[in-house]
């Protein structure tokens, strides 16, 4: 059982992470890269202090080689749920599950918006872990949403399951190669079904589908912790970072604008604070 499990690496991710360790804190740091692809892109940082004209590629190097020096590494896997179970929390990631007194939810902001109905149809036909859910759909047809050229590997071992697989790429120079899949070059707007998902929905027409999986790099944070209260996109939380359920806290771009580094940095560091606290008055 950790203290702590830290979802995103982001510049959120990495402050929880390093206030913890210098804490002692024993915890777990989860993300689907090293440190965050997002801010890597950014071609310069001009308001980070200390670091002028920084390129975000330099910022990501600089944040990650910190976090080595304590010796700290990010687990790279993909968290699909967070779930209460009893005074504690079970993060599922992949085929693996993680047990954690607390969470801070650093994941940032969805970079794909969701799809109308989506949320209704998780666990019912809709779901976001190839690995963990893919066995389920052999032989059966499905939709798979790739909104990301890293996630290739996944779709095409999806469609190699699926007795048929309509794949959408929501990017350029797609290379997804199966028998089995019919690529889609067109976004979907809404899901629905009865008790379980059986169509999707393009503006001018539909499929109908056993399941889909939406390959994406982070969650709604609604989608992956139920019960969690939303502002829209963001995260609503106090000035101790603590959202609506005890024991879970948010940090960084998932809280809302403004979208900086420094802010994420700031909010990190007094999650990570408020994280102690909490254990310390729920020993």
């Known amino acids: 059982m950790y203290?702590?499990?830290?979802?995103?690496?982001?510049?959120?991710?990495?402050?929880?992470?390093?206030?913890?360790?210098?804490?002692?804190?024993?915890?777990?740091?989860?993300?689907?890269?090293?440190?965050?692809?997002?801010?890597?892109?950014?071609e310069k940082?001009?308001?980070?202090?200390?670091?002028?004209d920084v390129s975000g590629d330099g910022l990501v190097r600089a944040l990650l080689s910190h976090a080595q020096a304590m010796g700290i590494n990010p687990v790279e896997k993909f968290v699909s749920g967070v779930y209460d179970t009893d005074g504690s929390f079970t993060l599922t990631a992949g085929n693996d599950n993680y047990e954690a007194r607390t969470v801070i939810l650093c994941a940032g902001v969805q970079s794909s918006a969701g799809i109308e109905g989506e949320e209704g149809f998780v666990g019912?036909?809709?779901?976001?872990?190839?690995?963990?859910?893919?066995?389920?759909?052999?032989?059966?047809?499905?939709?798979?949403?790739?909104?990301?050229?890293?996630?290739?590997?996944?779709?095409?071992?999806?469609?190699?399951?699926?007795?048929?697989?309509?794949?959408?790429?929501?990017?350029?120079?797609?290379?997804?190669?199966?028998?089995?899949?019919?690529?889609?070059?067109?976004?979907?707007?809404?899901?629905?079904?009865?008790?379980?998902?059986?169509?999707v929905w393009f503006k001018d027409d539909s499929v109908s589908v056993d399941g889909m999986f939406i390959l994406r790099g982070a969650l709604a944070p609604s989608t992956l912790v139920r019960g969690l209260e939303t502002d829209g996109a963001h995260v609503v939380v106090d000035r101790a970072c603590r959202?609506?359920?005890a024991g879970i806290f948010a940090a960084g771009d998932c809280t809302g604008r403004p979208y900086q580094y420094a802010k994420s940095v700031g909010e990190g560091n007094v999650a990570a604070h408020s994280v102690v606290q909490f254990l310390a008055e729920n020993k």
């Open 3 to 42: 203290d702590c499990a830290i979802i995103g690496g982001g510049p959120a991710g990495v402050s929880a992470a390093l206030n913890l360790k210098l804490l002692g804190k024993n915890f777990i740091w989860l993300s689907t890269h090293a440190v965050s692809h997002k801010a890597a892109l950014a």
């Open 45 to 52: 940082i001009k308001n980070y202090p200390g670091l002028p």
């Open 124 to 199: 019912r036909g809709v779901s976001y872990c190839a690995t963990c859910d893919g066995f389920l759909y052999k032989g059966k047809t499905i939709a798979v949403l790739c909104t990301d050229k890293s996630f290739e590997h996944e779709a095409e071992y999806l469609c190699d399951l699926a007795g048929k697989a309509y794949v959408m790429p929501l990017y350029a120079d797609y290379k997804i190669i199966s028998p089995n899949a019919e690529v889609i070059l067109k976004k979907p707007s809404r899901l629905s079904g009865g008790v379980r998902l059986e169509k």
């Open 243 to 245: 959202t609506n359920i």
